[in-house]
Structures are given as C-alpha cells and as structure tokens.
C-alpha cells in the first residue's frame, strides 16, 4: 500500500491549495482517511479526517477554513485549505486505515509528505 501526496508548494498569504493523496496497492477496505500537519519540532497533529461513512472531523482551530473529502471508489483524498496563513506552513501528511483482505486487521499508512508554505 502506497499513499503518494500532491498539491503542496508555495503559496500567499489569502489563497488557497487543494492538496491530493492517491492511495495504490491491494486495499480490501478503507475505514478512515486523514490529513496531519508537523511543522519542525512540534508533533504531528490531524488536521481532517474522512470516515467510509463520509463523517468528518476538523482540528478546531482550523474547522472552517480546511474541507476534507474522498474520493472512495477511486482511492482518493483531498483537503482544500482557504485563507491560507503563514502558520499553515508545515509538511502535510496523508494517513489512511485500511485492511488489504477480509481476514487483515487494519493498519494505518502513512505518505511521504508534502511541503506547504505560505509566504509573501
């Protein structure tokens, strides 16, 4: 199972970017799909999260300003951010919990990483 994040980049102050993640491989089911943020020395912290059920979760302090949505059939995750701030600067990371075959425990997976900065 591989997740391969896109969209990051630089961006200004007030804009907005709709990061990608494309999830590959054998996957049997998908329960959960999320988006974390690190920015240097800090934790990882979950930004939005998606369950198969379409119940969505926000970090508070963003609740507003990000939208997270899947793509199921196509194993696809997107986390729209407006308003962009400077603070929003960090490596995004894409995370899914999913089983490869009907008798697999799940399993969370996790993506490389994509950088987001937001400067003038």
């Known amino acids: 199972v591989q997740l391969v994040e896109s969209g990051g980049g630089l961006a200004q102050p007030g804009g907005s970017l709709r990061l990608s993640c494309a999830v590959t491989?054998?996957?049997?089911?998908?329960?959960?799909m999320g988006w974390h943020r690190q920015v240097p020395g800090k934790q990882r912290e979950l930004v939005a999260g998606i369950t198969n059920g379409d119940a969505t979760i926000y970090l508070d302090s963003e609740r507003g300003r990000f939208t997270i949505s899947a793509d199921n059939a196509q194993k696809m995750v997107y986390l729209q951010i407006n308003n962009l701030k400077p603070e929003d600067t960090a490596v995004y990371y894409c995370?899914?919990?999913?089983?490869?075959?009907?008798?697999?425990?799940?399993?969370?997976?996790w993506g490389q990483g994509t950088q987001v900065t937001v400067s003038s």
């Open positions: 491989g054998t996957i049997f089911e998908i329960n959960f």
């Open positions: 995370n899914v919990r999913a089983r490869t075959s009907r008798v697999n425990n799940y399993n969370s997976y």
